[in-house]
């Protein structure tokens, strides 16, 4: 857990510290954003979102809910939407039954993290989302290296975010789905302390072997794949892209290999 997270849960820190300060727990923690990038979105009217999905993500691999009952457009529940509450079930009840296994052993929570939290993400259509043209000329082992490394980013996140948990925290109040194109989007409403409720969407595709796969999270209207887009561009542009690689690496081996 880091400094911030020993000094109160997150569920006072949601209570009692300003809005600014919880955004900014969020960037610098969760996104590695730089103070310029943060000065920006404090500027923004869009901070209200940025703080929301600030508490929204610590819970997205870790949310309660009530099974199929939750979606709102129906009786016959779409594939896509199955897949995001089955996983989000498997997940709640690992978190719960494996606690004091994860609290001992950080290398069980790694594992965990790699082999159940993130075996939804097709890791490939991902990063071509986010290194665009980048992508395409990128040698065959930079693109394995990047996958790995966006990976272990999103091991990274799980892991820091675990130190947050408290399953009594929130809950989902409802599901939907939204198709677009070859897939869509399932769209969650996570409710809060003091009522506060909260949208995260999970953009679903089917991949090459016809299974649904996660590709994206949004928060609040905040991508994280469109997050991470803007920073990984800009290091390819100013420093290319084996330093974006290392960039990475070097981040995630402070927190997986600590």
């Not at 809950?171 to 009522?195: E, M």
């Amino acid at each position: 857990m880091n400094q911030l997270g020993k000094l109160l849960p997150l569920k006072m820190l949601t209570l009692h510290l300003s809005p600014i300060l919880l955004i900014q727990a969020w960037l610098s923690n969760y996104l590695d954003c730089s103070p310029l990038t943060f000065n920006a979105l404090h500027a923004s009217t869009r901070s209200k979102k940025v703080l929301k999905a600030s508490l929204a993500f610590l819970i997205l691999f870790a949310s309660t809910l009530q099974a199929c009952s939750l979606y709102v457009s129906g009786d016959d529940v779409p594939e896509p939407v199955q897949v995001v509450e089955s996983q989000t079930n498997i997940l709640l009840t690992q978190l719960s039954s494996r606690k004091k296994e994860f609290d001992n052993d950080p290398k069980s929570l790694i594992f965990f993290a790699k082999n159940v939290a993130l075996s939804h993400w097709d890791l490939t259509k991902t990063s071509r989302l986010m290194l665009g043209k980048y992508w395409r000329v990128a040698s065959n082992s930079q693109q394995l290296r990047f996958e790995e490394e966006f990976l272990r980013t999103l091991m990274r996140y799980v892991v820091k975010a675990y130190g947050f948990y408290d399953e009594s925290f929130v809950k989902v109040i409802s599901y939907d789905w939204k198709p677009k194109g070859k897939g869509g989007w399932v769209k969650s409403v996570v409710q809060l302390p003091a009522g506060l409720k909260v949208s995260v969407d999970y953009r679903m595709m089917v991949d090459k072997d016809m299974q649904w796969k996660l590709i994206d999270v949004r928060v609040e209207g905040i991508s994280l794949v469109g997050s991470k887009r803007s920073e990984y561009r800009g290091i390819i542009r100013t420093d290319g892209i084996e330093e974006l690689l290392k960039t990475m690496f070097d981040k995630n081996e402070k927190v997986l290999r600590s």
